[in-house]
């Protein structure tokens, strides 16, 4: 296995947690330096598909820019990885001692002038193929572990791991803000102020969804179908905007209780710790007063993390 391919999927699996999510790796770990470089060198999208970003660095390995930020990640844990089975801090002399897959360590490394590659043992062969899933399980269990502790207020760190292949298609929220236009009137966008008619609307996560990673009702607003371009993953301004929201989300909760009409999706605001009905029996400042605790720490952790705000 050539060591500059396995560096190349490094950064592409690293590729989009760090570019999308703004995840951290923590001072001590290149990667996250690495990743952002490549970008600016190479312009590779911050969304895009691994096997295109592996094609891309692939293509342009001999660039001397790339390749010195690529050399970086092969110092180090190549031979640190076998120090279990040969207990040694010589590079030079771990490479020697892994050709003879000594103690049947797990690879052997072959560095030469031309040529830098590692060669698995074939004794680990069936363990390898047998065990991958729980291999890879474990693998992704444990760097889920090493981000939470490096970004603690960052939720749902597990979903932002890897890249969904496709995003849910909130069509039971779109049912949900479909039926509260039928039966309650014409709503307007709370950033445009145009009007929104039923099936002519596009749901914006209030917050982005690169950030809370969940398509909880509370956090999804109809909006005009211009917003989702400019907004994109952008902060709305809460002292303008926040209020807006709440009396939207309070409308639709109120319409709903009242006509007796019942979604699945209304069971999203009990992570707010109140059923539609106490939500719905509310003053109006108590409930503003629950969304302005619900959603003002988080667009604080968002914007800590990097992320812009859209006026």
Same mark, same amino acid.
């Given at each position: 296995?050539? =060591? +500059? %391919?396995? =560096?190349?999927?490094?950064?592409?699996?690293?590729?989009?947690?760090? !570019?999308?999510?703004?995840?951290?790796?923590?001072?001590?770990?290149?990667?996250? %330096?690495?990743?952002?470089?490549? &970008?600016?060198?190479?312009?590779?999208?911050?969304?895009?598909?691994?096997?295109?970003?592996?094609?891309?660095?692939?293509?342009?390995?001999?660039?001397?820019?790339?390749?010195?930020?690529?050399?970086?990640?092969?110092?180090?844990?190549?031979?640190?990885?076998?120090?279990?089975?040969?207990?040694?801090?010589?590079?030079?002399?771990?490479?020697?001692?892994?050709?003879?897959?000594?103690?049947?360590?797990?690879?052997?490394?072959?560095?030469?002038?031309?040529?830098?590659?590692?060669?698995?043992?074939?004794?680990?062969?069936?363990?390898?193929?047998?065990?991958?899933?729980?291999?890879?399980?474990?693998?992704?269990? $444990?760097?889920?572990?090493?981000? &939470? =502790?490096?970004?603690?207020?960052?939720?749902?760190?597990?979903?932002?791991?890897?890249?969904?292949?496709?995003?849910?298609?909130?069509?039971?929220? !779109?049912?949900? +803000?479909?039926?509260?236009?039928?039966?309650?009137?014409?709503?307007?966008?709370?950033?445009?102020?145009?009007?929104?008619?039923?099936?002519?609307?596009?749901?914006?996560?209030?917050?982005? +969804?690169?950030?809370?990673? !969940?398509?909880?009702?509370?956090?999804?607003?109809?909006?005009? $179908?211009?917003? $989702?371009?400019?907004?994109?993953?952008?902060?709305?301004?809460?002292?303008?905007?926040?209020?807006?929201?709440?009396?939207?989300?309070?409308?639709?909760?109120?319409?709903?209780?009242?006509?007796?009409?019942?979604?699945?999706?209304?069971?999203?605001?009990?992570?707010?710790?109140?059923?539609?009905?106490?939500?719905?029996?509310?003053?109006?400042?108590?409930?503003?007063?629950?969304?302005?605790?619900?959603?003002?720490?988080?667009? &604080?952790?968002?914007?800590?993390?990097?992320?812009?705000?859209?006026?």
């Amino acid at each position: 296995m050539d =060591v +500059w %391919d396995i =560096v190349i999927r490094m950064v592409a699996n690293a590729w989009y947690p760090i !570019h999308y999510f703004r995840l951290s790796f923590g001072k001590s770990d290149s990667l996250f %330096d690495i990743v952002i470089e490549l &970008q600016s060198i190479t312009g590779i999208p911050i969304d895009a598909d691994i096997e295109n970003i592996c094609d891309v660095l692939g293509n342009r390995i001999n660039d001397n820019r790339i390749k010195s930020k690529l050399r970086i990640l092969t110092f180090n844990v190549p031979y640190r990885f076998l120090r279990p089975w040969i207990d040694t801090s010589d590079d030079r002399e771990m490479v020697f001692r892994s050709q003879t897959f000594e103690n049947e360590c797990l690879y052997s490394i072959h560095k030469e002038e031309t040529e830098f590659y590692i060669e698995i043992n074939p004794v680990w062969d069936t363990y390898l193929h047998n065990h991958y899933n729980i291999l890879s399980d474990f693998a992704y269990w $444990n760097l889920a572990q090493f981000l &939470q =502790v490096r970004n603690p207020n960052v939720p749902a760190i597990s979903n932002k791991l890897i890249k969904p292949a496709t995003r849910d298609s909130l069509s039971n929220q !779109h049912r949900f +803000w479909d039926t509260v236009i039928e039966l309650g009137g014409t709503i307007h966008c709370i950033y445009t102020g145009r009007e929104l008619h039923r099936a002519e609307y596009a749901l914006d996560h209030f917050i982005p +969804w690169s950030f809370v990673s !969940h398509n909880l009702l509370w956090n999804l607003i109809p909006a005009d $179908n211009s917003i $989702n371009s400019s907004k994109g993953d952008k902060l709305p301004d809460l002292s303008f905007y926040l209020p807006k929201l709440v009396q939207l989300q309070r409308h639709s909760i109120c319409v709903c209780v009242n006509a007796n009409k019942t979604f699945k999706v209304l069971e999203d605001y009990l992570s707010l710790g109140y059923t539609v009905q106490e939500l719905a029996n509310m003053s109006d400042d108590r409930f503003m007063d629950l969304f302005e605790r619900t959603f003002k720490p988080i667009n &604080q952790i968002a914007l800590n993390m990097g992320f812009e705000t859209w006026k």
